[in-house]
């Protein structure tokens, strides 16, 4: 798309659809939330972490997953950064780059089933979702694709195999 953007002349026109709501929050609804992302995939997630942090009765616990290629591909970082700064025992992010630069001290490559079983809720535990949004290959590694704004598909991948359930898991 962002080809296509970028070659439009002036007057040229552009239509969009939304906002499209997805998924309805409900403050305090899950104990804790995961929120697996690849990049541009932060943006549902990014709206969820807003709607909680919007609402201080709303304690549910957050860990964003987040991964890019490069550091310069990650988007709304100061965003993001704000929020976990104002609540830092509430929200956690990981950042992942496939291509990181010298120094960098968060996680490499893509995340992992090795990664999730380590970092995420226990798939007995209560109360816990977790939220999925990227590309068809970030889908089928970890969730399997969705079929349709109707349809979540079933659950494949590392978290299938990690052994959580279709209603544990959505699909943006």
């Known amino acids: 798309?962002?080809?296509?953007?970028?070659?439009?002349?002036?007057?040229?026109?552009?239509?969009?659809?939304?906002?499209?709501?997805k998924y309805q929050w409900t403050p305090n609804a899950h104990k804790e939330i995961a929120l697996l992302g690849g990049g541009t995939g932060i943006t549902p997630l990014y709206q969820?972490?807003?709607?909680?942090?919007?609402?201080?009765?709303?304690?549910?616990?957050?860990?964003?997953?987040?991964?890019?290629?490069?550091?310069?591909?990650?988007?709304?970082?100061d965003e993001i950064e704000a929020l976990i700064k104002d609540?830092?025992?509430q929200f956690k992010v990981t950042y992942f780059l496939d291509k990181p630069p010298s120094g960098w001290t968060g996680e490499t490559g893509y995340i992992s089933k090795e990664f999730l079983s380590k970092n995420l809720p226990k798939p007995d535990s209560e109360n816990i979702k977790i939220f999925v949004?990227?590309?068809?290959?970030?889908?089928?590694?970890?969730?399997g694709p969705k079929v349709s704004p109707q349809d979540q598909g079933e659950l494949t991948g590392?978290?299938?195999?990690?052994?959580?359930?279709?209603?544990?898991?959505?699909?943006?």
């Open 48 to 77: 969820l972490l807003q709607a909680i942090h919007k609402d201080p009765n709303d304690k549910t616990k957050v860990n964003l997953f987040y991964a890019n290629v490069t550091k310069e591909d990650v988007l709304i970082r």
């Open 133 to 143: 949004c990227g590309p068809p290959p970030f889908y089928n590694a970890l969730s």
């Open 87 to 89: 609540r830092p025992d």
């Open 1 to 21: 798309m962002s080809t296509h953007i970028h070659g439009l002349k002036p007057n040229d026109v552009l239509s969009f659809k939304g906002p499209l709501p």
């Open 158 to 172: 590392a978290l299938k195999e990690l052994g959580y359930n279709k209603d544990q898991v959505y699909k943006f």
